[in-house]
């Protein structure tokens, strides 16, 4: 049974920075792309980020790029999502999706984790 379990999120002053930890289970995490998502209140699912299974190549959404890193530890399983200088406009919940390597597609989704970013 494939799990994506989100941690790390929480409220944090503009400025300020995060780190998102998604520990995955039931699959060979190394044979997978993995990404970062967001949903704001009121809007559809935003990518912000990927990271292919390897760990070598990393790809960000204009809006978080120079701000967001992604990184993975393939013998622990585990995906990343560093993330500095927030603004409000981060604001969302953040999930961990597995993805298909070759093309990208959606495997699974965690269930998310809520980041608030307000002074």
């Known amino acids: 049974q494939v799990q994506l379990v989100e941690s790390g999120g929480g409220f944090v002053e503009p400025g300020g920075s995060l780190r998102l930890t998604c520990a995955a289970s039931g699959f060979t995490f190394s044979h997978y792309r993995m990404s970062w998502v967001r949903q704001a209140p009121g809007k559809g699912l935003e990518w912000v980020s990927d990271?292919?299974?390897?760990?070598?190549?990393?790809a960000y959404a204009r809006s978080v790029e120079g701000r967001f890193t992604i990184a993975r530890d393939n013998a622990k399983n585990t995906v990343f999502l560093q993330m500095n200088n927030l603004t409000p406009e981060d604001t969302a919940v953040y999930y961990c999706?597995?993805?298909?390597?070759?093309?990208?597609?959606?495997?699974?989704r965690g269930q998310g984790t809520q980041v608030t970013v307000s002074s």
């Open positions: 999706e597995q993805r298909t390597s070759s093309t990208g597609l959606t495997v699974n």
């Open positions: 990271i292919d299974h390897s760990g070598e190549f990393a």
